[in-house]
């Protein structure tokens, strides 16, 4: 059902606590992919991340979680405490240079530091408000 949903057969797939991951084997199949939301709404998950290794960066990824009423989120810090670990691994370094490609984007730098995962990057501001208690 995810591959349906997502349209590209990914080299590998994983489930880890909340989300899927897809790895894919060039950031140009990344930038393609034309997930049908409709039937992403129906993977038993949060979310799935797709994600290959990037040109100009280390990795690149995009974060669908139509369940969580966000067809594609621009930028996900709590995706890249699972692929972290995973590039990590597969290239062999602890500091990561990132870049999600959503239609905003952005670039993170990664560090894997065992049990924990440091994220940093720019942020954009999204929203501004007050809430009375």
Do not use: M
Request: include cysteine.
């Amino acid at each position: 059902a995810i591959n349906k949903a997502i349209g590209i057969e990914p080299k590998e797939t994983y489930k880890g606590k909340t989300d899927y991951l897809l790895i894919y084997n060039s950031q140009k199949i990344i930038e393609e992919i034309n997930p049908n939301f409709f039937l992403l709404d129906q993977v038993d998950a949060r979310g799935v991340i797709v994600s290959a290794k990037g040109e100009d960066v280390d990795f690149v990824s995009r974060f669908f979680a139509p369940q969580c009423g966000i067809s594609e989120d621009p930028v996900t810090g709590s995706a890249h405490t699972t692929l972290t670990p995973y590039w990590s691994q597969v290239l062999g370094k602890k500091v990561l240079h990132a870049k999600q490609l959503s239609k905003r984007g952005g670039q993170l730098i990664c560090e894997d530091q065992g049990e924990r995962i440091i994220i940093s990057g720019k942020a954009v501001a999204y929203l501004e408000g007050e809430i009375e208690l």
